[in-house]
């Protein structure tokens, strides 16, 4: 056993780093919240400034502050961003280098997952992106030759353990690989971020784990955190669709975005105000709750036995499930216990056990809101024990560690997950474009996908809105898939659920035009019917599938609070929640010639009468013909949207 080298300063770390791995550094890092900000920049620009140096990154979802940008943007988001991620927040260097293109030439990063949309028009980062599955990156960066990790970490309160919290996902794994294959260890830093959840269980290590500890003196930036964004109504139909498919006493993942903090609204409302929830599903499709799907699948009572969460990523979603008591069914790492849960004949012992070991969360890595991070700083001892941070290759994987415990604690497991277009023959788009550019990555979708066909008794969920502006994302074909059509299961729009697993290619298409917009319909069923898929009385147009019909129908659930703008909390004041949805109501309205006739009606109509949330923008007393200009856009849209 070694003691790790200690050290508080920046330069004194990245020079042990440096002597450890020689002139060219092969550099682990987590994704997302794991990264240490501070130590990756000063190892940036240490080695850009020396050519004799070089540096590989091998990471993924290096995560920045949007940019303020011009204009009202800007009026609203400079302040916001300030006081959201504070006026301290490291921005990665490289991050900001690769997306202009401008990294040195001996400075190469490669990720396998992206900021999504970020980087499509940077020639760095496309160039070097690693198309893999998560559960395949241990051994892909094993392979590439990595000697060292950098990670961020937590400090145990009153003892001496490093807690790896938010990212035990790829660096137990790694380590695996790299003995499997006969390599040295890679040197591993870690660096203490007080602000960071200590999290006990499978992601707690010994300080000696590591090779050396930065804890830097002084305040410390605060974690990234992502914004809560409203939840609009077709984000809530297809919650509400979704959260008809879980049935009690089962597991559940979920991914990240609006999609998915509307099915976990959907799940809360469920389970704590059924009357409500029964009322939405019923607004929303008449007879939703006793169809032949529902009743085979899933359930809309409220939860009795609970629900045990197996995610790669734990988010706000799974807060606010916790918090409601929806997660509440626990399972044990014992296969004859689980199974004897299972079939109700659990023993005094098994259910002791239960009691004090058993866990109701099990998550790779962790990002969220400001409030999820206070939420796993606050949990009380025993709340806390219920959650198990670890390795992605348990959570992601069902083959390969200990199937038969992982078939008996995933039991009706319910994979929810979102794509950005479908074919109508089940085929998925998640992560590109048919030109090859990469939006985001493939991530744990597939690895999900793959799992739910595996389970005897589970379902893979794909979401995703019916339309992007007046293009369908329900679509013929396209030149590019995430998830082939051979492993089609549940789809769903705002339009409805499309059961496609085992169903043939006509069935199927039908099922598909259902969730399309009314608009596409006819399109999608004559290129259906060209390509000798479809009947030729196969199209069908639903005319009620269109936005303004479902905005009638979610209208009065919208004004009772029965689904808010920000189920999952805001991190907006009530003045920007106001301008939130005023600058929403502009975007396609300033764009072309739309924005000739959005410039008539701003100089045709009164002045602002918000004042609060002119003041909050600076309009107040515009100066200029350019500030009065903003200042009746502004107000238009205030008093266009006043009241929704």
């Known amino acids: 056993m070694h003691r790790p080298l200690a050290f508080d300063s920046l330069d004194a770390c990245v020079d042990a780093l440096l002597a450890a791995t020689g002139g060219a550094l092969v550099l682990a890092a987590p994704l997302g919240l794991g990264k240490p900000h501070r130590l990756l920049n000063a190892i940036t620009r240490r080695i850009g400034a020396d050519p004799s140096k070089s540096l590989k990154l091998l990471t993924a979802l290096s995560l920045t502050p949007p940019s303020a940008g011009q204009g009202l943007q800007q009026r609203f988001l400079a302040p916001f961003l300030d006081r959201h991620f504070g006026g301290d927040f490291p921005v990665l260097d490289y991050a900001v280098a690769q997306r202009r293109d401008a990294l040195p030439p001996n400075v190469v990063v490669e990720e396998f997952y992206m900021q999504s949309g970020a980087l499509l ?5 496309q160039r070097h992106y690693t198309s893999l599955n998560y559960t395949h990156v241990a051994r892909a960066v094993a392979e ?38 006969g390599q040295p260890r890679p040197y591993l830093v870690a660096e203490v971020d007080p602000h960071l959840p200590w999290l006990d269980g499978p992601c707690a290590v010994q300080a000696h784990f590591f090779d050396a500890v930065l804890d830097l003196p002084g305040a410390a930036p605060r974690l990234f955190a992502l914004v809560r964004e409203p939840v609009g109504d077709a984000d809530y139909a297809i919650g509400l669709y979704a959260s008809a498919l879980v049935r009690d006493g089962g597991t559940l993942q979920i991914g990240i975005g609006s999609l998915s903090d509307a099915l976990c609204h959907a799940l809360v409302l469920r389970h704590t105000r059924n009357a409500d929830y029964l009322a939405a599903l019923e607004a929303l ?54 199974a004897r849960l299972n079939r109700g004949q659990a023993t005094p012992h098994d259910l002791e056990r239960l009691a004090g070991e058993g866990r109701y969360l099990d998550g790779a ?130 339009y409805g659920i499309a059961d496609l697993r085992g169903r043939n290619d006509e069935d199927c298409i039908r099922a598909m035009l259902g969730l399309s917009d009314a608009a596409h319909q006819a399109a999608l069923a004559g290129a259906a019917i060209r390509a000798g898929k479809l009947a030729a009385d196969g199209a069908v147009v639903i005319p009620g599938n269109n936005a303004a019909a479902l905005s009638r129908r979610l209208a009065p659930l919208r004004r009772a609070g029965v689904l808010p703008d ?25 764009a072309g010639l739309a924005r000739l006739r959005l410039l008539a009606q701003a100089l045709a109509g009164g002045a602002a009468t918000d004042a609060e949330a002119m003041a909050r923008m600076g309009l107040q007393a515009p100066r200029g013909i350019g500030e009065k200009i903003e200042a009746r856009v502004l107000g238009l849209a205030l008093r266009r949207t006043a009241g929704h």
């Open 121 to 125: 028009g940077s020639k760095q980062a």
């Open 144 to 181: 590439r030759g990595v000697n060292a990790v950098v990670q961020k970490v937590a400090r145990e309160p009153g003892g001496t353990r490093l807690s790896l919290s938010c990212n035990p996902d790829l660096t137990f794994d790694l380590l695996d690989e790299a003995e499997r294959l």
């Open 285 to 338: 499709s008449p007879g939703l709750a006793d169809s032949a799907l529902v009743r085979a699948v899933g359930g809309v009572a409220p939860f009795q036995q609970g629900l045990y969460g197996a995610s790669e990523m734990v988010n706000d979603g799974f807060r606010c499930l916790a918090q409601a008591g929806v997660l509440s069914r626990k399972v044990l790492d014992d296969t004859g216990a689980m």
């Open 365 to 494: 890595f962790y990002l969220g809101s400001h409030a999820l991070y206070d939420w796993l700083r606050g949990l009380a001892p025993a709340q806390a024990r219920g959650i198990g941070m670890t390795r992605v290759s348990h959570i992601n994987e069902l083959y390969g560690n200990n199937e038969a415990l992982e078939r008996e604690q995933r039991r009706d497991a319910r994979f929810f997950n979102t794509c950005m277009m479908m074919t109508a023959l089940g085929a998925a788009v998640s992560d590109g474009l048919d030109d090859g550019r990469v939006v985001s990555g493939v991530g744990g979708q597939y690895n999900f996908v793959a799992m739910a066909h595996a389970l005897h008794d589970a379902r893979s969920v794909l979401m995703f809105r019916a339309s992007r502006g007046r293009a369908s994302n329900v679509v013929w074909n396209y030149g590019h898939a995430t998830i082939p059509r051979h492993l089609r299961d549940i789809a769903i729009t705002e």
């Open 566 to 590: 920000y189920p999952m909390g805001s991190d907006f004041t009530a003045v920007e929640q106001r301008l939130v949805r005023a600058l929403a109501w502009l975007k396609p309205r300033a």
